[in-house]
Every structure is written in structure tokens, then in C-alpha cells.
């Protein structure tokens, strides 16, 4: 008797295969793996690998998963990547003047230190990679990698599956570190689509301070809309944890090539009186997915999760997010902006937790949406679920088109109609860029931004 088994199912199979091919010596001797930790990572890898062979790739019939179309992905076979070398004048484009001195690269999701500079910080914190960590953090790495909540979710099981190394960050107790931290996480493109998993682990103990960029582009190119790219697939996961009265000022941009495929997820366990904040910002990709969960583990805490998204063309973009109140006094703010043009889908997924002992939180979620055309489409679903009585939470959701009214006053003051219009859309997405800690940065988005109005 023939047994027939769901696409999904087999789909996932080749993937978690591919996953496991990484699983060898990538990097040189001194920044590998001791052999206490290689055992170590092997039966995390063993876990995870079990849990995916129980799951199948979501489909549409999930709630999670509905408006979100992975086909187009599936008609795809992704293999292991192979080893590149690249060279410094390679990754100049993506370069931050400000932070040239604290830059950990990761190519295709393997450590290259040929590339990477941390002299300015080395000092004051820990930034490498799993290989480098001291002996006094890798007796305690345990008690963070792949420990975060929702750890068995299909995408996070994979990469933790093929889980070979991590970009690492961290921050000793009382440390405040003023210089941000960038983590550049370079794609490389084939002719043969190929699965790229990366993985980031931010420990953040109590009392310290420090700011992460983390940075996703494509090798040699440098803008997500140059045509003829080839498809590859992105599964990242971040996972941060901020101790006690800790904090982190988190930016995520992804900048994938405009055939890619970026599946990502974003692990925040927040402590007693910590602070937490996300500037996400998502304009590469021909579909990208952002998992962003926060758990609160302590009483006290603020939370600002702020994100951008622009979509041309056919792009999709989902963004599901996740803030799970366990503890009273908790604030927490959130503004998502996502300017929709074409026939470009956009989607939002927000949802705030609020336990019966989270009593006097404060929450406010809102999300607007700017829609350029009649074929562009946008789903969007703001949710709180409270079960506290005495809180203070709002949330709400926004689609338009630009003011007609708003158009006319500045073409009145003698612009044309779509440097009128092209005003509007810059003030629009300003709102969100301006949060990021480094001018240069700015000054990179905001010309994205314009490039594709």
C-alpha cells in the first residue's frame, strides 16, 4: 500500500536535509568549536531536527499563517550553500563610517574574521562568535541559545537544526557601551537557489547598555530592486535577552535581493525594569516573513517596537508580532508604518497579551498603512487580549491613500504634483528612520526610500 505524504511534509524533509549538510568544520581552527561545546551544540541540533520531522511547512488553512502565500517558495528546491571568500572591497558598499571598528560579518551564515573589525570595543564587551567565547560564557551559553519561548516553531526548529555557529553579543554587568554594534549578515547569490541560515544571540546582563544593528544584504548588490537577481532563502533567528534594569536598542534591516525568500524571527525575554527597543525595517525581498515575540519575565518594563516597511512590484511582506505581559507596571508602544505601491501585499499581525497579574499596564498599538495604488493590498489585524482590569491599552489600524488636500497646500507653494507627493511619502516613512542611532544609516534608508518612489 502506497502511503502518500503532504507536499508540505516532503518540502520540509529536503529543507531540514539541506540544513544538516552545513553541519561540518567551516571556519578555521581558532574560531571553531572546542569539543565540549561541539557535543554540546550536536544534541541541540539532535532536538531540534526531531521536532522538525513532527511539523510540516504552514500553509494558508493555518491562522498564523493565513495571509502569508509560501508556493512560490515551494516551487523552489534551496541546496546548502558552498564557501565564499570575500574580500574587503566586496563589503565596502555596506560599511558604516561610524561603526568600522565594531563589525562582526557573517557570510551565508558562516563566521569570516578576515572581515570583521571589534577593536573599537573589544574591551568592554564580547562580540565574536561561538568559537571565541571565554571559558566563563560558555559555561553559561546554555542557559540562552535556542532557550527562548516558542522555540519549536517549524522555521526556528530548522535553523536551530542546522545550527553550526552564531554571531554573539555579550554585555558584562554594568557595562554601558555608547558605540553601537554591527552585525553585517551577507547573502551570496547562485544560479542554484540555495538556504541560508544565520543565528544571533544578544545577552545583555543586568545594568548594561548597548545598541545592535543588524544588518541583512545581499553580496555586490546593492540595491534590492536590481533586476535579474537570483532566488535564495534566508531563516534567521535573534534571540536577546535583557537582565535585570539592562537595555537594548535593537535596528533590523533587511535589505535581501528582490528574488529572495527571508523567514525570520526575533526572540526578546525581557527582566525586572529592562528596556527593549526594535526599529524594524523590511525593503528587500520578493517575500519576507518577521517573527517578532517578546515575553515579559519581570515587572517594570518598557517595550518600543517601531518598523517600516515599503513593497513595489509583487512584494510581500508580513510582520507578525508578539508582547506577552505577565508582570504589572509594563509599558509598552508600538507604531508600524508600511507604504504599499503596485501590486505589492502587505500584511500585520499584532497581538498584546495582557495577564490577569499585569495589573497597571500601560499599551498602545497602531498601524498605518500608506496604499500608492488601486492594486496594491494590505491585511491588517491589531489584537488585544486582557484579562488585567486595571490597564490602560488602545490599539488601532490606519489605511489611506495621500491627502488630496495635503497635495494641493504644497503644490500651491509652488511644487509639482509628484514632488508634492514624493514629500508626503518621505515624511511618512521619516517618522521611523529618524529613530535609527547612526546618521549614515539614515541617510541609506531615506535613499531607499526615494529610489523606489
Given at each position: 500500500m502506497?502511503?502518500?505524504?503532504?507536499?508540505?511534509?516532503?518540502?520540509?524533509?529536503k529543507?531540514?536535509?539541506?540544513?544538516?549538510?552545513?553541519?561540518?568544520?567551516?571556519?578555521?581552527?581558532?574560531?571553531?568549536?572546542?569539543?565540549?561545546?561541539?557535543a554540546?551544540?550536536?544534541?541541540?541540533?539532535?532536538?531540534?531536527?526531531?521536532?522538525?520531522?513532527?511539523?510540516?511547512?504552514?500553509?494558508?488553512k493555518?491562522?498564523?499563517?493565513?495571509?502569508?502565500?509560501?508556493?512560490?517558495?515551494?516551487?523552489?528546491?534551496?541546496?546548502?550553500?558552498?564557501?565564499?571568500?570575500?574580500?574587503?572591497?566586496?563589503?565596502?558598499?555596506f560599511?558604516?563610517?561610524?561603526v568600522?571598528?565594531?563589525?562582526?560579518?557573517?557570510?551565508?551564515?558562516?563566521?569570516?574574521?578576515?572581515?570583521?573589525?571589534?577593536?573599537g570595543?573589544?574591551?568592554?564587551?564580547?562580540?565574536?562568535?561561538?568559537?571565541?567565547?571565554?571559558e566563563?560564557?560558555?559555561?553559561?551559553?546554555?542557559?540562552?541559545?535556542?532557550q527562548?519561548?516558542g522555540?519549536?516553531?517549524?522555521?526556528?526548529?530548522?535553523n536551530?537544526?542546522?545550527?553550526?555557529?552564531?554571531?554573539?553579543?555579550?554585555?558584562p554587568?554594568?557595562?554601558?557601551?555608547e558605540?553601537p554594534?554591527?552585525?553585517?549578515?551577507?547573502?551570496?547569490?547562485?544560479?542554484i537557489?540555495?538556504?541560508?541560515?544565520?543565528?544571533?544571540?544578544?545577552?545583555?546582563?543586568?545594568?548594561?547598555?548597548?545598541?545592535?544593528?543588524e544588518?541583512?544584504?545581499?553580496?555586490?548588490?546593492?540595491?534590492?530592486?536590481?533586476p535579474?537577481?537570483?532566488?535564495?532563502?534566508?531563516?534567521?533567528?535573534?534571540?536577546?535577552?535583557?537582565?535585570?534594569?539592562?537595555?537594548?536598542d535593537?535596528?533590523r534591516?533587511?535589505?535581501?535581493?528582490g528574488?529572495?525568500?527571508?523567514?525570520?524571527?526575533?526572540?526578546?525575554?525581557?527582566?525586572?525594569?529592562?528596556?527593549?527597543?526594535?526599529?524594524?525595517?523590511?525593503?528587500?525581498?520578493?517575500?519576507?516573513?518577521?517573527?517578532?515575540?517578546?515575553?515579559?519575565?519581570?515587572e517594570?518594563?518598557?517595550t518600543?517596537?517601531?518598523?517600516?516597511?515599503?513593497?513595489?512590484?509583487?512584494?510581500?511582506?508580513?510582520?507578525?508580532?508578539?508582547?506577552?505581559?505577565?508582570?504589572?507596571?509594563?509599558?509598552t508602544?508600538?507604531?508600524?508604518?508600511?507604504?504599499?505601491?503596485?501590486?505589492?501585499?502587505?500584511?500585520?499581525?499584532?497581538?498584546?497579551?495582557?495577564?490577569?497579574?499585569?495589573?497597571?499596564?500601560?499599551?498602545?498599538?497602531?498601524?498605518?498603512?500608506?496604499?500608492?495604488?488601486?492594486?496594491?493590498?494590505?491585511?491588517?489585524?491589531?489584537?488585544?487580549?486582557?484579562?488585567a482590569d486595571?490597564?490602560?491599552?488602545?490599539?488601532?489600524?490606519?489605511?489611506s491613500q495621500?491627502?488630496?488636500?495635503?497635495?494641493?497646500?504644497?503644490?500651491?507653494?509652488?511644487?509639482?504634483?509628484?514632488?508634492?507627493?514624493?514629500?508626503?511619502?518621505?515624511?511618512?516613512?521619516?517618522?521611523?528612520?529618524?529613530?535609527?542611532?547612526?546618521?549614515?544609516?539614515?541617510?541609506?534608508?531615506?535613499?531607499c526610500?526615494?529610489c523606489?518612489?
Amino acid at each position: 500500500m502506497q502511503i502518500s505524504v503532504k507536499p508540505e511534509i516532503f518540502y520540509l524533509d529536503k529543507l531540514l536535509e539541506e540544513s544538516c549538510k552545513k553541519v561540518s568544520p567551516a571556519i578555521a581552527s581558532d574560531f571553531s568549536l572546542d569539543v565540549k561545546m561541539a557535543a554540546w551544540l550536536q544534541q541541540v541540533r539532535d532536538r531540534a531536527a526531531a521536532w522538525v520531522r513532527e511539523l510540516s511547512i504552514p500553509t494558508k488553512k493555518d491562522e498564523e499563517w493565513r495571509f502569508t502565500n509560501l508556493s512560490s517558495m515551494m516551487k523552489l528546491s534551496f541546496q546548502a550553500p558552498t564557501l565564499v571568500d570575500l574580500d574587503a572591497l566586496n563589503i565596502a558598499p555596506f560599511i558604516l563610517p561610524e561603526v568600522a571598528d565594531s563589525r562582526l560579518v557573517f557570510v551565508n551564515g558562516v563566521f569570516a574574521p578576515q572581515l570583521s573589525e571589534v577593536k573599537g570595543i573589544e574591551n568592554q564587551v564580547f562580540v565574536g562568535n561561538l568559537g571565541q567565547l571565554p571559558e566563563e560564557y560558555q559555561k553559561r551559553v546554555g542557559n540562552y541559545l535556542a532557550q527562548q519561548p516558542g522555540s519549536e516553531e517549524v522555521f526556528t526548529c530548522l535553523n536551530t537544526a542546522g545550527l553550526t555557529d552564531a554571531a554573539v553579543v555579550w554585555l558584562p554587568k554594568n557595562q554601558v557601551l555608547e558605540k553601537p554594534i554591527h552585525l553585517l549578515f551577507i547573502a551570496t547569490e547562485t544560479e542554484i537557489p540555495i538556504l541560508t541560515q544565520r543565528r544571533c544571540l544578544v545577552v545583555a546582563e543586568s545594568n548594561s547598555s548597548g545598541k545592535i544593528i543588524e544588518h541583512c544584504v545581499t553580496a555586490e548588490v546593492i540595491c534590492p530592486e536590481a533586476p535579474n537577481s537570483h532566488p535564495y532563502l534566508t531563516n534567521t533567528v535573534t534571540e536577546i535577552w535583557v537582565e535585570e534594569n539592562a537595555e537594548i536598542d535593537h535596528t533590523r534591516v533587511q535589505r535581501d535581493a528582490g528574488a529572495a525568500f527571508h523567514i525570520g524571527k526575533t526572540a526578546i525575554a525581557q527582566a525586572k525594569n529592562s528596556r527593549y527597543t526594535c526599529n524594524a525595517i523590511n525593503l528587500g525581498g520578493r517575500l519576507s516573513r518577521h517573527n517578532l515575540e517578546v515575553v515579559q519575565m519581570g515587572e517594570g518594563t518598557e517595550t518600543n517596537l517601531y518598523g517600516l516597511a515599503f513593497l513595489r512590484n509583487e512584494q510581500e511582506i508580513d510582520t507578525h508580532s508578539s508582547i506577552t505581559l505577565n508582570y504589572p507596571n509594563s509599558v509598552t508602544d508600538q507604531l508600524y508604518k508600511c507604504i504599499v505601491d503596485d501590486k505589492a501585499h502587505s500584511i500585520f499581525n499584532g497581538k498584546i497579551y495582557v495577564s490577569q497579574t499585569a495589573q497597571l499596564t500601560n499599551a498602545a498599538q497602531l498601524n498605518r498603512n500608506l496604499l500608492l495604488s488601486s492594486g496594491g493590498r494590505v491585511d491588517t489585524k491589531p489584537q488585544l487580549e486582557i484579562i488585567a482590569d486595571n490597564v490602560q491599552c488602545s490599539h488601532g489600524a490606519t489605511v489611506s491613500q495621500l491627502d488630496d488636500d495635503e497635495v494641493f497646500y504644497l503644490q500651491s507653494r509652488g511644487l509639482s504634483q509628484e514632488a508634492s507627493r514624493n514629500l508626503l511619502i518621505d515624511a511618512f516613512a521619516a517618522e521611523i528612520l529618524n529613530k535609527l542611532p547612526l546618521p549614515s544609516l539614515q541617510r541609506i534608508l531615506k535613499q531607499c526610500v526615494a529610489c523606489k518612489i
